[in-house]
């Protein structure tokens, strides 16, 4: 009678706890999987960068369990429901609406989180916050804001480009989900765009000097004074002066030096060794010299004929030219060229798509994007609209960097970077599977709204959102021929340099000049120098060996004078008497005539 009285209420008791089991693993599934259609409002509302509030949660409890092997990695995040933080400015990839929340394509973060919480076993819908763009005013820059959210969520959701100086503050990055390489970009055929200047300009004055660095002209001048001064010593030694002054022979002796460097060969022809040696020398020096100087100047003046924009590959060649790049103001963008290139003459923008419209409106002729979002943008009307745009170098990048999701580097107060480990995990999962690109190609063919491969911008009067003309555009577009526009390019110019190479890269980046500098030239200056001392040493051992020739001769002379003047005394005396004899014999013969 008892089983029987207490039977209904057993089984009545059973249908109502699975029931209640049922509604609890279904809500539990629901949980986990997410609501994606969208429509849940951030649960936190804390202001950014406030102080003194935090949502990090304690997870040192699975951490311990970790260690102790009691827990998998792939599980320590079960059933947690994690404090997230979204960027949600525009131009992220947190589609949310500040009325209606997220949006029913919650974009590739919400895509990825929610892979994540089906694999793993977390929720975030129900439990997230938002921040926007920071004002950029003092202790409210993007690295501010990074180090503000990690301190206050148990992890930050938006594309964070890793650096040292953000990993120093306390920052942990995860596995790189986006390609955070930046790269230069421009309109193409830029030089039709601006237009050359063929403007007289006060700089062209001087460009016939380009040839040669500052080093090579003092020491070609000092070369000129130098083979002035050798070549009057080699006269002087040669006793070739003449009744010249001093100063008109010194200042002729320059004048020949200098013709000479021009290859005007005015020594004439040299009738002694050192001569010789000293205008071979001279002759040899002044064919090097200009035959460098004219192959320079040919190849610096073909290469300016051009427009210089024409040229350009690179950041460096942007720098040295001296054109502004726009900027992400605050950004990775941003801080990397100041940080690494500080010559470049930086223009920041407040938002993305005011770097865009910048380069549309020719405000900067160049910009600096991420390699993701060029791959995104370049297809997108409201940032390329006229499918002008180009990556710069084809797939030369500024600098090479990843970027992704971040938490605290935190292992002893709240083990916060029990969840970084975790997320990896399945991130590494994620990127390895294909899982993450097939998540771009989805994300780009939503927001995408232009194929600049079809572009015809005859048919952009036909423009419109939604209407006839809008969907006729699309399908003449499909129906086009590809252009053969090459996005990429990479021009490769035969026997040409880029711009900042043609004269001389300013910024350490690495670009060669076509000046001509002191070590490539030093060899020509050397042998001159090392003929002109042997032409000098041939010289003076002739001058000395004619002194020492002197030097005998006079010797020799001088005891032949002296046994002359003997010689002619003796016969003197001899001659006197024998005159003396005559002129008695006359004479006595005379008288004896007389007689």
């Known amino acids: 009678m008892i089983f029987r009285s207490t039977f209904p209420i057993f089984l009545l008791s059973l249908v109502l706890c699975g029931t209640v089991f049922f509604q609890t693993v279904q809500v539990s599934a629901q949980d986990i999987a997410g609501n994606k259609n969208g429509g849940q409002i951030a649960y936190f509302d804390t202001p950014q960068f406030t102080n003194g509030v935090s ?27 994690l404090n997230a933080v979204f960027g949600a400015y525009s131009g992220s990839y947190f589609n949310y609406n500040n009325e209606t929340g997220i949006q029913p394509y919650g974009g590739i973060v919400a895509e990825i989180m929610d892979e994540m919480a089906s694999r793993a076993g977390f929720t975030w819908r129900d439990s997230f916050g938002i921040y926007d763009v920071p004002s950029g005013g003092e202790n409210e820059t993007w690295t501010d804001l990074l180090v503000w959210s990690v301190d206050t969520y148990d992890i930050t959701i938006d594309w964070w480009a890793k650096s040292l100086a953000r990993m120093n503050l306390g920052v942990a990055f995860m596995k790189d989900w986006y390609d955070s390489s930046i790269i230069l970009i421009s309109k193409q055929n830029l030089e039709d765009e601006v237009g050359t200047d063929n403007s007289i300009s006060l700089d062209n004055f001087g460009n016939w000097m380009e040839p040669f660095t500052w080093e090579v002209w003092y020491t070609t001048l000092g070369t000129i004074l130098l083979s002035g001064i050798v070549y009057q010593l080699i006269e002087w030694m040669s006793n070739d002066r003449g ?175 029990l969840i970084r480990d975790a997320m990896d995990y399945y991130l590494e999962q994620l990127v390895s599977e294909g899982w993450i690109e097939k998540a771009w190609e989805t994300e780009n063919k939503r927001k995408q709204d232009l194929d600049c491969d079809t572009f015809r911008p005859d048919l952009q009067a036909l423009d ?111 001659a006197v008497e024998k005159n003396e004899d005559v002129g008695l014999r006359q004479q006595i013969q005379v008288l004896s005539q007389a007689l």
């Not at 040192?60 to 947690?80: K, S, W």
């Not at 002796?253 to 009738?271: I, V, W």
């Not at 910009?367 to 993701?372: E, I, K, L, N």
């Open 55 to 81: 949502h990090r949660q304690n997870v040192c409890d699975r951490y311990h369990a970790l260690n102790n092997d009691t827990i998998a990695l792939e599980d320590v995040l079960r059933g947690l429901k």
């Open 243 to 417: 009744d010249r002054k001093f100063w008109v022979w010194f200042s002729e002796s320059l004048f020949l030096s200098a013709m000479n460097a021009t290859q005007a060969y005015e020594y004439g022809t040299p009738r002694t060794a050192a001569g010789k040696i000293f205008g071979f020398s001279s002759a040899l020096w002044g064919l090097i010299l200009t035959a460098t100087y004219t192959a320079n100047l040919a190849s610096l003046l073909v290469t300016t004929s051009d427009s210089p924009l024409s040229q350009i590959e690179g950041i460096e060649d942007v720098t040295y030219l001296k054109y502004p790049v726009c900027t992400w103001e605050g950004t990775i963008l941003d801080s990397h060229l100041e940080a690494n290139h500080a010559s470049t003459i930086r223009k920041p923008k407040k938002e993305l798509v005011d770097v865009y419209d910048a380069l549309d409106d020719n405000d900067c002729l160049f910009a600096v994007d991420t390699a993701q979002g060029w791959l995104e943008h370049k297809s997108k009307r409201r940032y390329n609209p006229s499918c002008k745009l180009e990556w710069v170098g084809g797939d030369r990048k500024v600098s090479t960097n990843g970027a992704g999701f971040v938490a605290k580097a935190d292992s002893g107060l709240k083990c916060t970077s």
């Open 464 to 574: 419109g959102f939604g209407d006839d003309n809008s969907r006729r555009l699309r399908r003449l577009q499909q129906e086009a021929i590809p252009s053969s526009r090459t996005h990429h390019r990479r021009r490769m110019k035969a026997g040409s340099k880029s711009a900042a190479s043609a004269a001389g890269a300013l910024d350490g980046g690495g670009g060669e000049s076509q000046q001509m500098e002191l070590g490539a030239m030093i060899g020509s200056f050397f042998v001159h120098w090392v003929m002109m001392a042997i032409a000098l040493a041939v010289a003076a051992f002739h001058r000395y060996r004619k002194q020492k020739q002197r030097d005998s001769m006079f010797s020799t002379t001088k005891e032949f004078d002296d046994g002359a003047s003997k010689a002619d005394l003796e016969n003197s005396g001899d």
